[in-house]
């Protein structure tokens, strides 16, 4: 296909933001045709004629990546799929994702890794980009044969879901990624300091009656990863920010030169621990919501670039099992469709602008996992149309996720992703069914 984007305001952080045009050939950028340029000199060679897709009042963005989904297949496929999860990427803007290892069987060996591509090439929707567990079995006892997940096509490490406790393992895990080019995303939990908790060690978890996790829990071994970090000069990324102490270690980190990157999500960004008192098991994730301090440290974080990325920690399960009681029900919310919508209330309120949430959405994420992006002649075509008009009432019809785990619905958001194209294909149109 052949298309040629009109009418739009190209932002490509830190390269061009403006009118323009974006041709697409071959699945590659063709061409930008700024103002004033003459229209011969694009498109020349004749063939098959471009389709126009207006772009009017829209944002043309490099695609948007998640760096931190669970797909769930192979194991879990009732509560997601890879094609369904897929579908849920691109319906919320996203080219890319990353999904977590803690499948079952774990994706701690090269022909896990294999079928994660191969089921994600038959969907044919958006790219994924599997993150390999560190540990075998995610048992944080011994560490996986990286070079060989690495071949068969694995992009990071990670034993999310689980913390890594040993130390000596973890400082390995850092030395091999860093050799095999390999970022390591850190799941940073004291697992004794959260036994039992259900939700944020406080008040509301006392009157809800229910034991609690302190923010230690996550400060704590974040400030070990940091270390571990500074000891082996290798890179290391923080998953899920939650606390006000960690935004803190991980700014003082920075500062000083320490190879750290981070991430949060949504839901830390825009709720605390009060959510649970309205949603129960859906507002239940781990880490877990915290107080209002940590709900605007994280902000601060983001807004002065302490927090690298915005992803989703995406985390599908099927209703029953949100259904079995806040104590019982398992951690996680989903987030791919809600994120951009969401997101975009911050350029709203002017926390962020509109490049650096794309350079947080899209640009980072992709830095990190070592891969190059942007609206660039020769790249692949992935690219993300953003409407930030609509204003409206997130509800049910906007999940095309097979879970509905979100204390979301019914929270007003500022934009959509009008269209998403991944690979020259235009695989989602607002309206339509995305086709892979």
């Known amino acids: 296909m052949k298309?040629?984007?009109?009418?739009?305001?190209?932002?490509?952080?830190?390269?061009?933001?403006?009118?323009?045009?974006?041709?697409?050939?071959?699945?590659?950028?063709?061409?930008?045709?700024?103002?004033?340029?003459?229209?011969?000199?694009?498109?020349?060679?004749?063939?098959?004629?471009?389709?126009?897709?207006?772009?009017?009042?829209?944002?043309?963005?490099?695609?948007?990546?998640?760096?931190?989904?669970?797909?769930?297949?192979?194991?879990?496929?009732?509560?997601?799929?890879?094609?369904?999860?897929?579908?849920?990427?691109?319906?919320?803007?996203?080219?890319?994702?990353?999904?977590?290892?803690?499948?079952?069987?774990?994706?701690?060996?090269?022909?896990?890794?294999?079928?994660?591509?191969?089921?994600?090439?038959?969907?044919?929707?958006?790219?994924?980009?599997?993150?390999?567990?560190?540990?075998?079995?995610?048992?944080?006892?011994?560490?996986?044969?990286h070079a060989a997940l690495k071949a068969a096509g694995a992009a990071a490490l990670s034993d999310d879901g689980r913390p890594l406790v040993d130390s000596r393992l973890m400082r390995r895990a850092l030395e091999i990624g860093a050799e095999w080019g390999l970022p390591v995303i850190a799941h940073c939990e004291d697992p004794y300091l959260a036994a039992g908790g259900v939700m944020n060690e406080g008040p509301t978890a006392a009157a809800l009656g229910v034991p609690g996790?302190?923010?230690?829990?996550?400060?704590?071994?974040?400030?070990?990863?940091?270390?571990?970090?500074?000891?082996?000069?290798a890179p290391v990324h923080i998953a899920h920010v939650s606390t006000a102490e960690s935004v803190a270690a991980i700014r003082a980190a920075k500062a000083r030169g320490v190879r750290v990157t981070a991430e949060t999500a949504p839901h830390y960004f825009l709720l605390t621990e009060e959510a649970v008192r309205l949603h129960g098991a859906n507002a239940k994730m781990n880490p877990p919501l915290r107080r209002e301090r940590d709900r605007r440290a994280v902000r601060e974080g983001l807004a002065d670039g302490t927090i690298d990325v915005i992803a989703t920690d995406h985390a599908p399960h099927a209703p029953a099992e949100k259904e079995a009681g806040l104590a019982e029900a398992p951690n996680g919310v989903i987030g791919l469709e809600?994120?951009?919508?969401?997101?975009?209330?911050?350029?709203?309120?002017?926390?962020?602008?509109?490049?650096?949430?794309?350079?947080?959405?899209?640009?980072?994420?992709?830095?990190?996992?070592?891969?190059?992006?942007?609206?660039?002649?020769?790249?692949?075509?992935?690219?993300?149309?953003?409407?930030?008009?609509?204003?409206f009432a997130i509800t049910a019809g906007l999940i095309r996720s097979k879970s509905r785990n979100t204390p979301f619905l019914g929270m007003q958001a500022w934009g959509r992703a009008a269209a998403t194209i991944v690979a020259g294909r235009i695989v989602y149109e607002h309206g339509e069914t995305p086709r892979g």
Request: include cysteine; charged fraction near 25%; glycine fraction near 12%.
């Open 3 to 145: 298309i040629r984007i009109v009418g739009g305001t190209i932002v490509d952080p830190g390269r061009y933001k403006g009118p323009g045009e974006v041709w697409i050939e071959g699945g590659r950028i063709a061409a930008l045709r700024h103002p004033g340029e003459p229209e011969a000199h694009f498109g020349e060679g004749g063939g098959e004629p471009y389709r126009i897709l207006d772009a009017r009042q829209k944002i043309v963005a490099p695609g948007l990546v998640d760096l931190h989904v669970h797909l769930r297949e192979p194991g879990f496929e009732h509560k997601e799929t890879i094609a369904s999860g897929c579908l849920a990427a691109v319906s919320g803007g996203f080219t890319a994702v990353c999904c977590m290892a803690n499948t079952k069987p774990v994706n701690d060996a090269p022909e896990v890794t294999r079928f994660i591509l191969e089921r994600a090439e038959r969907a044919g929707l958006a790219r994924v980009y599997p993150a390999a567990a560190v540990t075998r079995g995610l048992e944080g006892r011994e560490l996986c044969d």
């Open 338 to 391: 809600t994120a951009l919508p969401l997101s975009l209330g911050l350029v709203a309120e002017g926390l962020l602008t509109i490049e650096a949430l794309i350079e947080k959405m899209s640009i980072n994420p992709l830095r990190i996992l070592g891969k190059g992006g942007g609206i660039i002649p020769g790249l692949p075509a992935d690219l993300t149309i953003i409407d930030p008009r609509p204003r």
């Open 213 to 233: 996790i302190p923010n230690a829990c996550e400060s704590i071994m974040v400030m070990r990863e940091i270390a571990l970090s500074e000891l082996t000069g």
